[in-house]
């Protein structure tokens, strides 16, 4: 892989991480405790706000695991073992990381789900 698609893949993950912040930022209010005191919200507001704050929970679980494989692979770019399969150490296909650039595993190693 040359320097230039290096630096390429560094730049799209760095643009994704900062995707990631802000959507962190802006889910806040919907991640908060809901309150649960029936004079200000009646039954079925207050059963659509606990979905709605299981839905932004969940989905900054994701976000969360998707930043920790962005970091990983922006440390494996550091480190020149960036495009290897960490399971294997066989050169990933190209158009996997292109695909995504954060994939840390071959196209066979993952199918066995390893």
Known sequence: MSSGEKDAITARLKVRLAELDEAHA????????????????????RVDALQMQAMAQAQERRRRGER???????????????????????????????????????IRCAGRGS
């Open 68 to 106: 920790g494989r962005i970091e990983a692979a922006l440390e494996r770019l550091e480190t020149g073992e960036y495009g290897y399969c960490s399971e294997c150490g066989e050169e990933i296909g190209l158009k996997r990381l292109e695909f995504d650039p954060a994939v840390a595993t071959c």
């Open 26 to 45: 802006s889910s806040g209010d919907y991640r908060a405790p809901v309150t649960l005191d029936q004079q200000s919200v009646g039954r079925v507001s």
